[in-house]
């Protein structure tokens, strides 16, 4: 029965430890924490990034498991496989491509940076 106990407390070990926590920290719904713009007054008025940011301010990620995220972001609606890389960079796109970037995770928060037609758009995602 030791023996039983023993090989059960190893295997789980095993198991537990073999997991990544970068993974594991991703999962769940993450929204938008701080919005902002690096945008040519010329194209664009306050008053229109304003209006787009409260319509961007309204995106989320949705990490489902290890490998599939929702996403609802700028002209991304939809499930897409992911990768986070040795070095935090979150990479999507579909099965086999994942060439494009979703951001840096760091600090339990995900900073996204997305080129618009009125601007650069920063992203903090939070949990």
């Not at 198991?15 to 993450?30: E, I, K, P, V, Y």
């Not at 489902?64 to 986070?84: A, T």
């Not at 796109?93 to 900073?111: S, V």
Request: glycine share 6%; charged share 25%.
């Amino acid at each position: 029965m030791k023996l039983i106990v023993k090989i059960f407390f190893v295997f789980f070990v095993l198991m537990t430890s073999c997991t990544s926590q970068n993974d594991n920290a991703l999962h769940g719904r993450w929204v938008v924490d701080e919005l902002t713009f690096d945008f040519n007054e010329r194209k664009a008025t306050p008053e229109m990034i304003a209006q787009y940011g409260k319509e961007e301010s309204k995106n989320e990620l949705v990490f489902k498991n290890d490998s599939i995220v929702y996403i609802k972001m700028y002209h991304y609606d939809g499930d897409y496989y992911y990768r986070l890389g040795e070095d935090n960079v979150l990479m999507f796109g579909e099965k086999n491509l994942t060439n494009n970037k979703l951001g840096l995770y760091k600090n339990a928060c995900i900073y996204s940076e997305i080129n618009t037609v009125i601007g650069k758009m920063n992203i903090k995602w939070k949990r």
